[in-house]
């Protein structure tokens, strides 16, 4: 897996998320596209509700 840099730039652009989530990407056997997993730092409990 690797940084893809949407956190980076999104916290450049919308500083009120800096240190609020993260995202990793890895790369995967298809000609255009990639599969990206960010996760939320949640002030609150969340359920899948």
Not at 11 to 24: C, H, I, M, R, S
Not at 31 to 41: A, E, K, M, R, Y
């Amino acid at each position: 897996m690797s940084r893809a840099g949407a956190a980076i730039a999104t916290t450049k652009a919308l500083p009120q998320y800096t240190g609020k989530f993260d995202e990793v990407a890895e790369r995967v056997p298809i000609p255009v596209g990639s599969l990206s997993d960010t996760t939320s730092v949640m002030e609150k409990s969340v359920t899948i509700n």
